[in-house]
């Protein structure tokens, strides 16, 4: 019973020895976490990746080297760009990458034999150098605002298909941050102020192109209102002076001696008032009607 318990107590401690040495990359057995992936080395020549949980190794003859699994976050210093404009732009951009899994953390195993530093100055360089022949293809107006997007897009596929050799996995390339030289802002601010200043004289010219338009359609139209309301005050004046005529034909035509008379009283009141001095003979035919006034010709009658 007691040599029963001392073999398990010994296969128990041997397990427990084989799984922590195989934590630190030690002996036949190899531990690889979720988060992480093992490169199987022999004689410093990748042959294989290990899954998630444990596998075997030759002790002495195999090692082991341990990688990362998770998305990375890599920051680039900033850079001096040169847009399409010849302006210098101050950009700093990151990158979130991995290592690719399987066959392609043997390819980068490979391809970066001094490890994750070195893989990082390659990623750095792809970046900077697809960034600058982006940005230098566009306008610093689009970098600033209007096609941003879709430049971060090609810059990211770009990068994606240079890394993708080198069993290097791209998801996003992005800028934080784009400053302007204090030249640079002198130089955008004076073309923002003159640029200003041209859509000012347009707007300008073009209020008073459409101001002299209004006022000569104001014109137009007064003189058409002018003319229309001296054309129906003629048609008026002229129906009015018909319809007198009219009338004053009638009242000849059915009394003649009282508009004859009538129409010498006009004359009379239209002609003589308190300051009138006329000088005729009494046997004018203007003042036949007051002759047949005079006193004693009535009365003769």
Known sequence: MRLLLLGVLVVAALGIGLI???LRDLGPVVITREDEQKIILRLNEAIRVTPPGWTLRVPLLE???TYDRRWLYLNAEPDAIQTAEGEQLIVDNYAIWRIARGDGAIQFRRSFPGGMSEAEKRIDRAVRDDVREVIGRHPLAEVLDEKRPQMMRE?????????AQFGIEVADVRINRTDLPDRTLEAVYGR???ERERLARKSRAEGEERARAIRAGADREARVIVAEARRDAE???GEGDAEAS??????YGGDPAFYDFVRSLEAYRKTIDG???IVTSPRSEFFRFLESATPGENGGR
């Open 20 to 22: 922590a040495a195989g």
């Open 63 to 65: 090692t082991a080297e």
């Open 155 to 163: 810059i990211t596929e770009r990068t994606r298909s240079t890394l």
């Open 192 to 194: 923002m102020n003159t």
């Open 235 to 237: 048609i008026v004046r």
């Open 246 to 251: 009219r009338i004053y034909a009638e009242a």
């Open 275 to 277: 300051r009138t001095t």
